[in-house]
């Protein structure tokens, strides 16, 4: 039979707890930083307009040239930053979910006031069974 009893250091668990949140953390600074990108993308798309734009007026191939590799950079940075960005979503995503496990484990949560509230019901029998063994003695002796 597979035993059902985990036993877990409490400084292992803090510091599991811990490197979660911090990922999380750095998950959604990761996903802020993308959002900066992205303001910058508008500037970006500013400028390719302005080039298009003195293309038809001048004519001139070069601007043309510049527009086309633009566009071709632009498309392989948000592929690039759309993976980054569902990434840095599904760490924070896993790690909550993990936190969500371990905390049952935390010295502040359900499993210590389990345990506290096991210790406690412990205690009460062998209170009891002290206590039934001294009257026996007393009626005995």
């Known amino acids: 039979m597979v ?13 599991a707890i811990n490197e979660n949140m911090n990922t999380i953390t750095n998950s959604f600074t990761a996903q802020e930083l993308i959002d900066l990108y992205n303001e910058q993308e508008k500037v970006e798309d500013k400028l390719k307009k302005y ?13 043309q040239k510049i527009y086309n590799q633009l566009i071709q950079i632009d498309k392989l940075q948000d592929m690039f930053i759309e993976e980054i960005y569902l990434l840095m979503k599904r760490i924070a995503l896993e790690n909550r979910r993990s936190n ?22 412990e205690f009460s029998k062998y209170r009891k069974y002290r206590n039934k063994q001294m009257r026996l003695e007393d009626n005995n002796g």
Do not use: C, P, W
């Open 100 to 121: 969500g496990k371990l905390s049952f484990y935390d010295n502040k949560g359900v499993y210590q006031k389990a345990m506290v509230k096991k210790g406690l019901r």
């Open 3 to 15: 035993s059902t009893t985990i036993n877990i250091q409490r400084k292992a668990l803090t510091y």
């Open 51 to 63: 080039i298009l734009e003195e293309h038809k007026r001048t004519g001139n191939t070069v601007y």
